[in-house]
C-alpha cells in the first residue's frame, strides 16, 4: 500500500468514531452508495436479503448495526431487539446466525452489565437453536471481549464464538488457546486502525499471519470460518484442506455482504459451506465507512453513484 492510500485509509478510519458524522449519516439515511454494502434500515428489509442469498445456498449471519453506544439504557434496547431478532429467525424457514459488537452491548460503559446483555441473547439463541458471534473491536476490546466468550462458556452457554484477527501479534497465542478450549473462530485480517506496537504495519505479514492462523485451526479441526474476500488466501485454503483431507463440512468461508458476490455464489456451487454477513440498521455509519477505507477505490464508486442521482 503507498504512502498516500495509507494516509487516507487512517483518515477514514478517524471519520468511523466519529459521534457527529454518524449523527448526520442515521438523519440523512442510507444513500445508494451505502445500500451496496447495508441491507436495509429495518429487520424485515434484511430479512428479505437473507431469504435471497439462502435461495442461492449461502448462509447468512445477521448483525443489527449499532456499536460504541454512550448510555446502557441503548444497550438494553439492542439487546431486547437482538432476542427478538433470534426469535423472529426461529419463527421462518431461514439459514442465519447473529453477530453483534460488544460495544453495543455496553462493554466501555459497564462490562459487568454488557456480560448480562450478551448472556441473555446468547441464552435466547440456545433456546432457538441459534449460534452468536461477538465480532472483534479494537485493541480496547480484545481481551475482554475472549474473556466474555470463555466467561459464557464456563457458565454453560457454548453456542457462541468470537473473531481473531490476523493483524495482531498476540493472535497467534489466542488462537492456540481457544482452540485447546474448542471455541468456534472466525479468522479475518482486522479492520481497525492500530498502532505498530500491536500489529503488523505490512500487509505482506498480516496475510503470511492469517494463513498460519487457519493452518492452525484446520489442522486442530475446531470448526473455523475464514471471512476475506481475498482469493489468494481462498485458494490456499481450498488446497491446503484437499491435500490434507480436511472435509468441507470443518470449516466454511465467510464474506461480507455486497462484495464479491458473485464469488460467494461460486463456492456455494463447488460445495463449500458460504456464509454472508449482512448488516441492518440505522446505525450504519461507522460500518460504511470501514468498508470505505478497506478499499480507498470504493469512494470514487461512491462519488460516481452520488453524481447519477
Ligand atoms: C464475514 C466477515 C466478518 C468480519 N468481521 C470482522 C470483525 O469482527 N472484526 C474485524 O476487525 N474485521 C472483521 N472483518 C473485516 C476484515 O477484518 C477485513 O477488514 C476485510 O475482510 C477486508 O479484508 P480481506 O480479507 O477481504 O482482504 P483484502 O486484502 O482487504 O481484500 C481482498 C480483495 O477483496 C476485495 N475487497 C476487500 N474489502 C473490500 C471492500 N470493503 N469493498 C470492496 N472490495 C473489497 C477487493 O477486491 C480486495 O482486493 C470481517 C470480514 C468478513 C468478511
Not at 460500518?287 to 480507498?296: G, H, I, K, Q, T
Amino acid at each position: 500500500m503507498d504512502l498516500g492510500t495509507r494516509i487516507f485509509r487512517s483518515l477514514l478510519l478517524s471519520l468511523a468514531g466519529n459521534k457527529l458524522a454518524e449523527k448526520l449519516a442515521a438523519k440523512y439515511g442510507l444513500k445508494r452508495g451505502a445500500q451496496r454494502f447495508i441491507a436495509g434500515r429495518t429487520l424485515d428489509e434484511a430479512l428479505a436479503r437473507v431469504r435471497e442469498l439462502n435461495a442461492q445456498g449461502i448462509g447468512v449471519t445477521l448483525d443489527h448495526l449499532g456499536e460504541g453506544i454512550r448510555l446502557t439504557a441503548e444497550a438494553a434496547v439492542y439487546r431486547d431487539e437482538y432476542i427478538r431478532l433470534v426469535e423472529s429467525i426461529r419463527g421462518t424457514n431461514i439459514q442465519a446466525t447473529v453477530s453483534l459488537k460488544p460495544t453495543q452491548m455496553g462493554l466501555k460503559l459497564d462490562p459487568e452489565n454488557c456480560y448480562a446483555n450478551i448472556r441473555d441473547i446468547v441464552a435466547a439463541a440456545r433456546s432457538c437453536s441459534n449460534f452468536v458471534t461477538l465480532d472483534m473491536e479494537d485493541t480496547a476490546c480484545t481481551a475482554a471481549t475472549i474473556g466474555l466468550v470463555r466467561r459464557l462458556r464456563a457458565d454453560g452457554l457454548s453456542n457462541v464464538g468470537t473473531v481473531i484477527q490476523a493483524y495482531l501479534y498476540r493472535s497467534e497465542e489466542d488462537v492456540e488457546r481457544l482452540t485447546r478450549e474448542g471455541v468456534t473462530l472466525r479468522l479475518v485480517k482486522g479492520a481497525y486502525k492500530e498502532p505498530r506496537t500491536l500489529a503488523y504495519p505490512r500487509l505482506t505479514d498480516v496475510d503470511a499471519n492469517f494463513l498460519r492462523l487457519i493452518k492452525l485451526r484446520l489442522d486442530s479441526g475446531v470448526y473455523t470460518a475464514i471471512a476475506t474476500h481475498d482469493e489468494r488466501i481462498i485458494d490456499w485454503t481450498k488446497r491446503y484442506a484437499d491435500d490434507c483431507g480436511i472435509t468441507v463440512d470443518r470449516f466454511e468461508f465467510q464474506m461480507l455482504y455486497g462484495i464479491r458476490s458473485q464469488s460467494q455464489k461460486q463456492l456455494a456451487d463447488e460445495g463449500y459451506t458460504v456464509r454472508c454477513y449482512v448488516p441492518y440498521g440505522r446505525m450504519w455509519y461507522p460500518y460504511f465507512v470501514r468498508r470505505l477505507a478497506e478499499r480507498p477505490a470504493n469512494v470514487m464508486f461512491i462519488v460516481k453513484n452520488r453524481n447519477r442521482r
